[in-house]
């Protein structure tokens, strides 16, 4: 038999054939994978590198200057911007026990529209009631008179820096 004479049967795809390639396409794609994700972190990495090389070099900072720094900007922005006052001046009302309550509401939002704010102390219940209202000093006047129930502008007169601490007594007839 002359095995150069005999012809090949045409080439056609079955099963075999198939997983053939299969296997073959698994075989390559595992050293290829590797090479592509060693490429990849290789890659990866020299940028890194190129990233801290253009980065500026990190700065020494003295904490002690930097403290003493931030202490004169304090000083300088906020030494005059507030000073409290003991409690110099007093406001006596007389009210029925049920009107207080309400009382003590609205001296809360007189404060507030003069900028200030109050704080009711001591028992809630108790009498005599006493709040503590800081308002700047320059609309002291101006709330004290709007506490005993006059009409008043606060806009007419600026809020100064310097507070004052005024003390409403509200007490039953």
Do not use: H
Not at 23 to 49: E, H, K
Not at 88 to 100: E, F, H, V, Y
């Amino acid at each position: 038999m002359d095995e150069e004479k005999d012809e090949q049967p045409p080439f056609r795809w079955n099963r075999q054939a198939i997983c053939m390639v299969a296997i073959f396409l698994v075989a390559m794609a595992l050293p290829l994978g590797g090479v592509v994700w060693v490429a990849r972190d290789y890659l990866s990495a020299q940028q890194r590198q190129a990233a801290r090389a253009a980065a500026p070099a990190p700065v020494a900072v003295d904490a002690a200057s930097l403290e003493r720094g931030l202490e004169r900007v304090a000083e300088a922005q906020f030494a005059s911007a507030v000073s409290l006052q003991d409690v110099g001046a007093a406001l006596t009302l007389t009210l029925a026990p049920d009107d207080m309550t309400a009382r003590i509401a609205r001296i809360g939002e007189l404060a507030r529209e003069a900028g200030g704010s109050a704080l009711e102390v001591g028992e809630p219940g108790a009498t005599p009631r006493r709040v503590r209202v800081q308002v700047a000093g320059s609309r002291e006047e101006l709330l004290k008179r709007a506490i005993r129930g006059e009409r008043v502008d606060f806009s007419a007169i600026p809020a100064g820096t310097a507070t004052q601490m005024l003390e409403v007594e509200l007490r039953a007839p």
